[in-house]
């Protein structure tokens, strides 16, 4: 009875080693995923199966690595190098999609900014020949405000002489 058991335990490790050579050779015909995981979906057994029979684990490393079926005279297509443009493209679409960001934050700038001067709300195109006349009108108020201040102090003068001149006429008489 034992021996029986062990038998039967053998033939069905047996029946699923050829299930999943099976479906490895099948993946790997197709072209479809080669992983642990799809390996052992399609083959109907448990992950752990193919971890224990390291041969069958070998074979599946050995298959991810192996050149693709191709078409054509092209150069042989493995899964690495499937993986290296799959991370190079992933990049260059970060980087495009940051640049295209930037691109959209500019014209987002000049577009507010054209429709701010085109609505008379914004600030006149020639600047620098508006801050050169302020520059000039501040100089001006300048000037205006120190002889405002020469003349306050004549006129102080003036009212102080005409005090004590009026004093001295006021004392004479």
Known sequence: MPNTMIQG???????RRQRVIKAL???????????????ARAAGVDRTFLY??????????????????NDG?????TM?????????????????ASHNKQLERKLSELLGESAWRDSGLGAPS??????????TLEQQVIGLRAEVEERDQELHAARAAN????????KRH
């Open 9 to 15: 335990r053998q033939a069905d490790s047996a029946r």
């Open 25 to 39: 050779n099948e993946a790997r015909e197709s072209g479809h995923e080669l992983s642990v995981s799809a390996i």
């Open 52 to 69: 224990r029979h390291g041969d069958l684990l070998t074979e599946l490393r050995a298959a991810q690595t192996a050149p693709l079926p």
């Open 73 to 77: 005279g092209a150069a042989p297509v």
């Open 80 to 96: 690495a190098s499937l993986k290296a443009d799959l991370v190079n493209a992933q990049a260059r679409i970060a980087r495009l």
């Open 126 to 135: 020639d600047i620098d020949q508006l801050q050169r006349q302020v520059t």
């Open 163 to 170: 005090r004590e001149l009026f004093a001295n006429m006021n």
